[in-house]
């Protein structure tokens, strides 16, 4: 998802134009090789995506929420059933793990540090969550990230416990200048912050066939889209009134302009099925 800012005015606002593409999916179109966009990976303890495996190797840091680093543990030796779950441990050696550490377990713990991970513990803050430690934590060190020059992808926080699930979106909203993306194999979700004409580039290979348009924070009064089979024109959205739920995305890309704060969700078809297919290729090495 490239998101450029201040790209300048288009038709009759004039807020600047904000720019989303996932050019950060494998098998992406649209994106000429080499022309990906550095990013930084934020691994959640829920559920480790097989879309980790494809993003890992162009990640500028890799940083688990503490018992982020349970699920990579766990789980990546389970996609290499042929090989020493150590050897696979090694190869897909998180930077930091950062939070209060009550969830990682200690040999978990020891193997990471004996490799040379940063642990980083902060017990004391009882009012964020480690997902939330973690992105000061991103946002104090690289640059980019906190000015929203480059993307966090966030793994495993749409699906589980629904109190994680609402302290993860809240995340995307406690940080608006981050461009944050929630992701796992199925869907993707992003914050689509006021003052900004959205433009969001849609790969129909890999995403949809359905999206929303949530007004999460607040309702909106004023929402005008195009390119969605069911499109606002200057509507009203609230919770206990209309959301756009069960749209879908009918053109290649897809305008949004709205007054407040919207989350936008859109569905990756066949993502898990493709990405194990092409694991199993003769010519797949793992990174
Ligand atoms: N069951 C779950 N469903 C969805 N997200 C989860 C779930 N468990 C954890 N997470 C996410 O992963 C992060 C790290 O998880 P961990 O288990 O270490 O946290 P926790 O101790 O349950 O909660 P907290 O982050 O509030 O300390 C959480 O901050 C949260 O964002
Ligand atoms: C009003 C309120 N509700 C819940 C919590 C609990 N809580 C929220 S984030 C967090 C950190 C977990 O690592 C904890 C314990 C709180 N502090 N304040």
């Known amino acids: 998802m490239i998101s450029l800012h201040g790209l300048g005015d288009i038709g009759n606002t004039s807020n600047p134009t904000m ?10 179109q649209g994106q000429k ?26 990640a500028s840091l890799r940083i688990c929420a503490d018992g982020g680093a349970n699920q990579i543990y766990d789980s990546l030796p389970n996609l290499f059933p042929n090989e020493n779950p150590a050897t696979v441990r090694e190869r897909y050696k998180p930077d930091i793990i950062k939070g209060d550490l009550d969830s990682i377990r200690p040999e978990v713990k020891e ?42 992808l966030v793994l495993g926080g749409l699906s589980g416990r629904l109190d994680h699930v609402f302290a993860n979106v809240n995340t995307l909203y406690l940080f608006p200048k981050v461009q944050m993306v929630l992701l796992n194999d199925e869907n993707m979700a992003f914050l689509l912050p006021r003052g900004y004409k959205h433009e969001i580039r849609i790969d129909s290979s890999l995403e949809g066939p359905h999206c929303g348009l949530i007004p999460l924070g607040e309702p909106s009064s004023c929402t005008t889209t195009t390119g969605l089979k069911w499109n606002l024109t200057n509507s009203s959205m609230k919770f206990g009134g209309l959301i756009s739920t069960s749209n879908r995305p009918v053109a290649d890309h897809i305008t949004v302009q709205s007054d407040t704060d919207l989350i936008w969700t859109v569905t990756l078809h066949s993502l898990q099925s493709r990405l194990k297919e092409q694991m199993s290729s003769a010519d797949w090495t793992p990174i």
Request: with cysteine.
């Open 111 to 152: 193997f990471y540090s004996a490799l040379g991970t940063e642990i980083l513990c902060d017990a004391d803050d009882q009012d964020s969550t480690d997902f939330q430690k973690c992105v000061k934590h991103v946002m104090g060190n690289i640059h980019e990230v906190g000015n929203g020059h480059m993307k966090l």
């Open 19 to 28: 720019l989303h593409c996932a050019s950060f999916l494998p098998m992406f």
């Open 33 to 58: 090789a080499g022309q990906e966009r550095p990013y930084v990976l934020l691994i959640l303890n829920h559920d480790l995506p097989v879309l980790t495996l494809f993003l890992w190797n162009k």
